[in-house]
């Protein structure tokens, strides 16, 4: 039976989509059974970023709505045998989306997959509350912006309130995933720190996910960042946070702390 988890925030522009294709992928890569599931309704923009948008033919809307199998929507990866897409319509309203049909397609997806990834629209609307619905897991998505935490801080509410879990009176599990940080701007408090935002938030860490070029080059290429440069600093931070998931006990790095890295070099210097 696989774990349903929502990749989810208040504000738009944090990096959902782009965390849940190299999620997504990470798992994949480390042999788990993964889909990856769009529920932006009207964008659709997961597809874009994991290289298939020529490929869709049917989508989420088409299964909810019994048009077509799931089998018919699905979308294998073609770099990852394991990594699989259910592409959300772009042509359709979030209105299409009913509670009913959702249940039913999360209920086929959990038999099929080790892993059921739902990147869900921004905000609080309807999409975004079918695609927390059935979640195990939260991973909470925030930039160290006092608006994107804030906002964030509000999805942490919802989670508690609106999930299956909630309505069973069981607890959320909730991680945050901090994206776009860059030390030397929190230095200059330029932005918040991580302290600064897990102060706020009160929800464990997941990762931190640098500032970098990498990230948008691997969208504008339809690749997952983790396997576009498995070496970057992005896809190495998504790598491990994908192990946490799993259980690994990864010690949390900020990446790009040089400050921290020279204490360490002279610390063992002075030994």
């Not at 045998?81 to 209920?107: C, F, H, I, W, Y």
């Not at 302290?195 to 996910?209: A, C």
């Amino acid at each position: 039976m696989a774990r349903v988890m929502v990749v989810t925030s208040g504000k738009g522009g944090v990096g959902k989509t782009t965390s849940t294709a190299a999620l997504g992928a990470a798992l994949a890569q480390g042999g788990q059974n993964v889909v990856v599931v769009d529920f932006d309704v009207g964008l659709r923009n997961l597809d874009l970023v994991m290289g298939a948008e020529r490929r869709v033919v049917y989508d989420l809307i088409n299964v909810v709505q019994g048009d077509a199998k799931l089998s018919q929507a699905l979308i294998r990866d073609k770099r990852i045998d394991t990594l699989s897409l259910l592409p959300a319509s772009q042509t359709r309203d979030k209105d299409n989306l009913t509670t009913e049909g959702v249940d039913r397609v999360m209920a086929e997806l959990r038999e099929r997959f080790d892993w059921v990834i739902c990147d869900s629209p921004a905000g609080i609307e309807r999409g975004a509350t079918l695609a927390m619905r059935h979640a195990d897991v939260a991973v909470v998505v925030t930039n160290p912006e006092v608006s994107s935490v804030r906002d964030s801080d509000r999805i942490i509410g919802i989670l508690d309130a609106k999930t299956l879990k909630a309505e069973r009176g069981e607890r959320m599990e909730k991680h945050l995933l901090l994206t776009r940080y860059d030390v030397a701007r929190a230095e200059r408090g330029d932005m918040l720190k991580v302290e600064d935002v897990l102060e706020i938030l009160s929800i464990p860490l997941l990762g931190i996910i640098p500032e970098s070029p990498e990230v948008l080059r691997a969208s504008n290429t339809g690749t997952p960042v983790t396997l576009s440069d498995a070496t970057s600093a992005p896809a190495r931070a998504y790598m491990d946070a994908a192990r946490r998931l799993n259980g690994a006990d990864i010690p949390m790095t900020i990446p790009g702390d040089r400050k921290g890295l020279l204490g360490r070099l002279f610390g063992r210097r002075a030994a």
